[in-house]
């Protein structure tokens, strides 16, 4: 699993629930599918008591201790977001950044989103700024991985 380096500790959002200092929220066209992804695309385990179709519900995955990607049905993210109109499905509005340790994992993780079914956007490549590679995850989410050089 990646880990990502945040904040110390996470927060209390309520008096018998600990949640990540950041839950980044996306909208899923198929809970089961975007579970497998994520599981065995990127290596990323879930948290939560599984439902009737065996995905936890919540969908949450753990990026890091402080950081849950939620995934909601397109259906009810906007009990989320109100008014405000939720991007089409194909619609990038942001590139989600993995961080690897080394060019070798990049590649690696790369090979494994794309076997479980992640669109490749592109290929691994080395440029002045690092080694990286970007898909998008099967509802469209761009994503890279990427090994940066140490800042000098």
């Known amino acids: 699993m990646l880990t990502v380096p945040l904040m110390d500790s996470p927060i ?8 990540p200092p950041l839950v980044i929220a ?3 066209d ?4 975007a579970h497998a992804f994520y599981r065995d695309g990127l290596g990323l385990g879930a948290v939560g008591t599984p439902a009737e179709d065996g995905v936890p519900e919540p969908l949450q995955v753990v990026v890091s201790d402080q950081v849950h990607l939620m995934l909601i049905p397109r259906g009810g993210f906007g ?3 109100g008014d405000h109109e939720v991007a089409a499905p194909g619609t990038s509005e942001c590139l989600l950044s993995l961080p690897a340790a080394d060019d070798a994992e990049v590649d690696a993780v790369f090979a494994r989103a794309e076997a479980a079914g992640a669109t490749v956007v592109g290929r691994p490549v080395t440029r002045p700024w690092g080694h990286l590679a970007t898909f998008a995850d099967p509802d469209g989410h761009l994503w ?3 090994h940066a050089p140490a800042q000098s």
């Open 79 to 81: 009990w989320v977001t």
């Open 144 to 146: 890279q991985v990427i």
């Open 30 to 33: 198929d809970r089961v599918r």
């Open 26 to 28: 996306l909208p899923t």
């Open 12 to 19: 209390l959002i309520c008096y018998h629930c600990r949640m």
